[in-house]
């Protein structure tokens, strides 16, 4: 049985924590080029997947977004699987969306997020219902991606809730918004940004690039608008696993720019040679957004093929990371 003297240090600990820096934000303070991957949580309860994947993970990447319910079906919460990735020893990004939930279940969730150890979250709108496999489900939209963010940066640096009351202790959130430079209108799409840095976003992941010069132009706008110095942009990156897939994003996906010429090469390629070239692909697109100015990270969003992670991340040098750094040299210190 736990004593009760143990139970308050416990919490005495935890509470603690609430107001440490996220790993995320200490490697790109110090100038270090991140890396965050990403981790689709289960339709079940399968906890063997989730450590499998953490596994997989570990020591390759500064953070893994938990995604929110992505593309609007029915997933294991971002909060509990991030939760399980703390005991993994992996410092999570929680995804929050706003089609869920009103005001009053985003803060709560902000707030029980915050006491179980997330130190990092990311604002999104989140797809539409009718995309998703419940299409008939009331999608809620209290507040706007935008509003999110100010939300939580209201929670954060000034420690009150949305409605103006105190909140002690507040929670310490690294908040982070998405960007995607391939939804037209294209030259709309930096000032929305300046939008969200404005509202309170400290990091920014964009949609998967595979038109890099699409994405060259976009980034020459943020620059010239000196948003770069304002907000961390982190390159979204990920391998195409099969034709299939890229024929699928080219056509299918919204927001999604694969260039025709991507298309053919993984057509040209044989079957069993497929993933590897999309493995190639992708490594060749981050040695390009790597010497883009203003990009400060990648986001590897390896969609169901965490197993393809460490490839790449070993591939373009960035193995190993600066928390795997650390930790061997205090292993090697005892």
């Not at 999110?148 to 507040?170: S, T, Y």
Request: hydrophobic letters at 45%; glycine letters at 6%.
């Amino acid at each position: 049985m736990v004593s009760r003297i143990q139970r308050s240090k416990s919490l005495t600990i935890m509470n603690d924590n609430n107001h440490s820096k996220s790993n995320l934000a200490t490697v790109l303070e110090a100038g270090e080029f991140a890396v965050a991957a990403e981790l689709s949580p289960p339709r079940g309860v399968n906890l063997e997947a989730i450590a499998r994947d953490a596994n997989i993970l570990k020591d390759y990447a500064d953070a893994v977004n938990v995604t929110d319910n992505q593309a609007a079906s029915v997933r294991m919460s971002s909060i509990a699987v991030s939760a399980l990735l703390i005991q993994h020893g992996i410092e999570p990004v929680v995804q929050m969306t706003c089609r869920d939930r009103n005001r009053l279940a985003i803060q709560s969730d902000l707030l029980g997020a915050a006491v179980l150890g997330a130190r990092n979250v990311l604002c999104l709108s989140g797809d539409h219902g009718k995309w998703g496999d419940h299409p008939h489900a009331k999608n809620v939209y209290d507040v706007d991606s935008i509003h999110l963010i100010r939300l939580v940066r209201n929670m954060v640096d000034n420690g009150c809730l949305d409605n103006g009351r105190d909140i002690k202790p507040a929670p310490n959130f690294f908040i982070g918004a998405a960007a995607n430079p391939f939804a037209p209108p294209y030259d709309y799409r930096p000032y929305r940004l300046a939008k969200k840095v404005a509202a309170g976003a400290r990091f920014i992941q964009t949609q998967l690039i595979y038109n890099v010069d699409r994405f060259r132009s976009y980034m020459k706008q943020v620059n010239d608008l000196g948003l770069a110095e304002q907000v961390y942009i982190f390159a979204g990156v990920g391998p195409l696993k099969s034709v299939r897939a890229a024929e699928y994003m080219a056509s299918k996906v919204a927001g999604m720019d694969v260039p025709q010429a991507l298309v053919d090469r993984m057509a040209k390629t044989p079957k069993a040679a497929q993933p590897e070239e999309g493995i190639r692909i992708c490594t060749e697109i981050i040695e390009q957004v790597r010497e883009i100015p203003g990009v400060a990270g990648l986001h590897i969003m390896a969609v169901h093929w965490a197993d393809s992670v460490p490839e790449i991340v070993s591939r373009v040098g960035l193995y190993p990371r600066p928390g795997a750094k650390k930790k061997v040299h205090e292993e090697l210190a005892v």
